[in-house]
């Protein structure tokens, strides 16, 4: 055996072509202070053929891989640059900024992962109807462009500006959209957390904070307050909207009422709120109360520092959240869908991050269903008396726990969007609560109950995102990670092109469906490596016409005794065949690298049997082929079977797409002739598949018809040169379907829903190569070797650019 020693000198591959309150009722609850301001290719005449088909191994759950509508899975860090990106976008705004509570409740991370899962079109809230309770609204104010409409109840009269409205500055948190200012004025303008969301405004007659000491409501003043209040809670609940907010209370600490006393007094808005016949309960946001420091008279409760004498005033501990609010601490069943809100301020920090604001009542007893956001020196649309003229339109900044339950609110409305509306209620609760800040200071329940909201930790997957192939959204399933399938090329675009713009879901560790392309889980094998190309440069004519008829191809090393002489009838081999039959990138190229058992006689009649079974790094293949072309023959056939015990036509699966295997048998012929100075040749297989999937999403798949075939003709040019001309079609699919079960999303009660789907297998194009290759044998023992390659539709795809490639070379004997 000689060895050689190949330098390259050039290769080159090119594309080419183109394609184309207080009192006895309800108050609000704020002080609002209103301010002015490569394709696979040929070898020397047919196809290389498919990559050999390795053990499928998923790649390792290093990251997590989330969904995003234009890029595709991304990894977190990837997907945490373009988040970044899109965030300071966000922050950079005036609009923005001008709004402190965004960034305290990271509403730019949360309106990045918006945009990166459905699109730059996608505005916050668009789709989710939010009502408010409240004083009304000014239908007018330029800060209101969309969908906002107002009904008046329990003989409220429209607001005409002679005082603040109440509900237009609530209504602003959530909705406000500076596009409805003049140009000149929209650098004073802010922006509501989620300004896409339909507002409902449910005006009722409201108290006002007049300054008295507190006065907590007794029993009996709320039994004249139940039926009007039940009536406005039927009513509002009526309406068709996801989310209630209510910045409304009544005076009352909720650690100070037993349930008996609650149900007696409020038992019609008990069970409004309660919503018992509902199929899913409309989420109620309720402001905790604003009666921290006020002034209180001895004998109050939670008055301290006060005296036995009436004149000297305490204030109150509110260590706990007033009654409304607190009503899911001693009512049962308005536990799950009712959040108590209490407020941050703007410039008090603990540890540098927002502190619970000194007027807030602290969430206390009721810190199960409690969650603080910002309520200080918010921006609100202002609709009242500015500098002595009433009716004034303007912009200002306002207090209150009214204006921390529209940052929840309109960050629940984001959430509703951002899950097509197909988490429960209850679980957009239970999110909201899970995913809330609860670093120092935040984990003092007492204070903070859940924690200080954060927008953008629930708008993204918490731990890792699985595909279930089970019944519900909290099962165990496969990380998208781990799942993937590599289409051998034999199919081409055909898998992909059937999946493109099919969704998949995977569900995260709450249970909440996060969307991907499913076109991202199938990739193409990449083909034949240039390495692999420049190896096969130096292989030399094809076999078929060099070798003496009755031997293998090409011969393997012999086991044990030297081979005996080519005088005996019958020759057996046993090796490693790297090119078992005549065509390149025919069905048994699938068994390349094969421990391969062979019997060959003179007659022509070859057989052998092969395995790659326990060969690193090879999927599982095996089989038989046997071939007859006699001595000085025109033409031969070959017939064979292979069994891929974890591979189909060279595709592997992973994860959530199960494990596929395949028998295959094929049948080919053989032909070679001599026309003048020219040697032609030519070979072809057609093959039928039986496939077989299981323990995935592929619940069948029929039967598959394959094809495979290359032409050629060789000259000698001269006495050292060679030419030879080649035309071939690499292995592909011509018909076959797969049925799969795709898990698309879940119901509000966390049953997986699916989608069934019938894909193509079989590719668009028809990859064919026209090839050229010279070759001159020099004096000192060396070749030149040449070689132009020309694909149509490389990889079977109709829509791929043809390529051309360039190869090189020079190779001597040493």
Known sequence: MNPYLAVIVLALVAAVGCTGGGGGGPTAQSGPDPIEEGPPATGETGSTGPSTPTQPDPPPPVETCLPTAVHGCLMRTAYQELQDGIALRHESQTDYSRQWGLAAINAAEAYANLELAKGVAAVPGAGVTVGLIDSGIDLEHPLFTGDVTEELLLSAADETGDVESHGTEVASVIAADPEGLIPRQRHLGFRGVARGASIRMFAIPLGTDDGRPYDPVSSPRLDNQDESMASVVTHALS???????????????????????????????????????????????????????????????????????????????????????????????????????????????????????????????????????????????????IDGSAGTRGIGRANGTSFAVPMVA??????????????????????????????????????????????????????????????????????????SMMTGQAFGDGLTRSLAGQEIAAFDSLGAPFWYRLSDFAYLDPGPTMSRHLGRLFAGPRPSWRRPDWQPSPRPAWIGAPAPRSSSAVRSWFGVLKRVVDTDGGHMSLAEDALTLGLGSRTGLHASTFSTADIARRAPVSGFSLSYRPSGALAGFRVGWLAERQTLLGAATAGVFGRVSANTAFAGVSAAATAGAWRLFADAELGAVTPRARDGMITAMSPMATSVFSLGAAKRTAARDTLTLGLSQALRVEDGQATLSIPVGCTPQGEVMRSSLEADLSPSGRQLEVSARWARQLATGGELVADVTWTREPGHDARADPALRLLAGWRARF
């Open 239 to 385: 309406r068709g909207v996801d989310i209630l907010s209510a910045s409304i209370s009544y005076s009352g600490i909720i650690e100070n009422y037993t349930e008996a006393q609650l149900r007696h007094s409020l038992g019609g808005t008990i069970a409004a709120m309660a919503q018992a016949a509902a199929a899913e309960k409309t989420i109620l946001v309720i402001a905790g109360g604003n009666a921290h420091g006020k002034s209180c008279s001895a004998g109050t409760d939670n008055c301290v520092g006060g005296s036995v004498d009436p004149a000297v005033e305490g204030t109150i501990d509110a260590t706990s959240v007033e009654l409304l609010a607190g009503l899911p601490v001693r009512i049962p069943e308005l536990r799950g869908h009712s959040i108590a809100v209490v407020a941050v301020q703007e410039d008090v920090y603990s540890d540098g991050r927002p502190d619970i604001a000194s007027f807030s009542n602290r969430c206390g007893i009721a810190a199960e269903w409690c969650i603080a956001a910002p309520g200080h020196r918010v921006r609100v649309a202002v609709f009242g008396e």
């Open 410 to 483: 309109g960050g629940l409305a984001i959430m509703k969007q951002l899950f097509r509306d197909q988490l429960s209620n209850t679980d957009l609760v239970e999110r909201l609560f899970r995913t809330a800040d609860k670093e120092a200071p935040y984990s003092n329940a007492a204070i903070y109950g859940q924690g200080l909201m954060d927008l953008g930790a629930a708008t993204i997957p918490v731990g890792v995102p699985v595909i279930t192939m089970g019944e519900t959204a909290t099962g165990a399933g496969v990380g998208v990670q781990a799942s």
